[in-house]
């Protein structure tokens, strides 16, 4: 490890239906972000638009990676001089994918996650609307030294696809999120966070929408389960270093990834 930083901002904001809307807000908080020196900001699930019912309405709204909404994604990127993540509804062809675009700080798309873990439970059915991911897919951006790897919001409860990113070097993990309201849903979204930042050692963000669709909360763990940086409920942006050396330094200390007795191989469902 060199000891190199990468300096992320966690951009909590809360989307509405109005597309033109929601990039108008994501363009001031990219603007606070480089104000504050990022070179990467992360914005949560669906940062497009609210789509937490995923209704007819919201289905119509989805693009291809290269539409509208992908393309002014690409201008606040190159615009601000940073990369940018951000959640989208994604069509292709008769298909609809919950998907994360990233693109650098030239504004070229340098990765797409589409969100395996599709949201079953709590009474939803998000597979009744979208297409899932591939199970073995691993997204990754190199900034710098520092391998960045993306994954989005229900991925959160399943620790496999999080060490299939520290397997290809992730030192910081993203959780773009529209992590739901309910009952004791705060205490697992931090609680899963801290953890896979923990049995993993590496950076987690987990950024998720605002109230009222989601739960705020966006948080920074670093590779030893410590919260670096928090919001509450409000639309905002924190910034905070990620360090390989942190990384390194607590590996060192705790090599539970060497340690380990089984791989994890993905299965189709």
């Known amino acids: 490890m060199t000891g190199s930083t990468l300096r992320v901002a966690l951009a909590q904001t809360a989307s509405t239906t109005d597309v033109s809307a929601n990039l108008h807000r994501m363009r001031a908080a990219c603007g606070t972000a480089a104000e504050r020196g990022a070179r990467l900001t992360v914005f949560p699930e669906f940062a497009m638009a609210k789509h937490a019912d995923l209704t007819v309405e919201a289905l119509a709204q989805a693009e291809a990676v290269d539409g509208g909404f992908a393309q002014d994604v690409s201008r606040m990127a190159r615009e601000h001089g940073q990369t940018v993540v951000a959640g989208m509804l994604e069509r292709d062809g008769e298909d609809v994918f919950n998907t994360l675009v990233a693109f650098d700080a ?45 994954l989005t919001c229900y991925d959160l409860r399943f620790p496999e696809s999080a060490r299939l990113h520290a397997d290809a070097g992730v030192e910081l993990l993203l959780y773009p999120a529209n992590w739901v309201p309910g009952e004791n849903k705060r205490l697992h979204w931090t609680t899963l966070a801290r953890a896979r930042a923990i049995e993993n050692t590496l950076y987690v963000a987990a950024v998720s929408q605002a109230p009222p669709t989601g739960i705020g909360t966006s948080v920074l763990f670093d590779p030893a389960g410590l919260e670096v940086v928090s919001l509450g409920d409000e639309p905002g942006v924190v910034v905070a270093d990620v360090s390989s050396r942190r990384v390194e330094t607590v590996r060192e200390v705790n090599p539970s990834l060497d340690n380990r007795r089984f791989d994890v191989v993905a299965r189709t469902v």
Request: charged share 30%; proline share 2%; glycine share 12%.
């Open 106 to 150: 030239s504004g070229d798309l340098v990765a797409t996650y589409r969100k395996v873990h599709l949201y079953d439970a709590y009474g939803q059915r998000e597979s009744d609307r979208l297409r899932a991911g591939d199970p073995a897919s691993v997204a990754t951006i190199d900034l710098g030294d520092v391998r960045v790897g993306l």
